[in-house]
């Protein structure tokens, strides 16, 4: 079992963090350049999806670097509030656990934004928890940089 938390404080409120954090383009350009995943045609925000929590909201194909195919996540929210947060719990080709928690912790002048990560994987430990670091660690400078620019 692997588990991981990042963690950045933006300096924008988290209303804007979580239009972000929800909005399907948004997501996209986060998780760029090392995962693209596909999304049902006309989704523009997961707020749009009303289902049970843990009902699978849609079956996503998942491409390393956007060309090698790695295969399949049933996208699983299990909880959903907005302007905090979420808990995703998705059963995922290579994983037999995918559970991943993303909080909005409002600050003084600012948000900041936790990803809790606890994984299980099929592949060996050391792999993942190394891409899981380049992807996630990633992920928050995007968010950092997209911050940085609305502040200005």
């Known amino acids: ?30 998780m760029r350049p090392w995962l693209w995943m596909s999304i049902p045609l006309g989704l523009r925000n997961l707020q749009d999806v009303q289902v049970p929590p843990g009902t699978p909201l849609f079956t996503s194909q998942l491409w390393l670097f956007g060309v090698l195919p790695l295969g399949t996540s049933k996208l699983t929210l299990l909880a959903l509030e907005p302007g905090k947060g979420f808990v995703e719990q998705s059963p995922m080709t290579g994983m037999r656990l995918w559970r991943h928690e993303r909080s ?11 990803d809790q990560l606890t994984v299980d994987p099929l592949l060996p430990d050391f792999i993942v928890r190394a891409f899981l670091q380049l992807f996630f660690s990633s992920r928050h400078r995007v968010l950092r940089r997209r911050a940085a620019r609305q502040a200005r």
């Open 1 to 30: 079992m692997i588990q991981l938390r990042f963690e950045s404080t933006l300096p924008v409120p988290p209303e804007i963090a979580w239009g972000w954090i929800t909005e399907v383009h948004s997501l996209r350009q986060e």
């Open 104 to 114: 909005l912790q409002p600050l003084q002048g600012g948000t900041r934004v936790v």
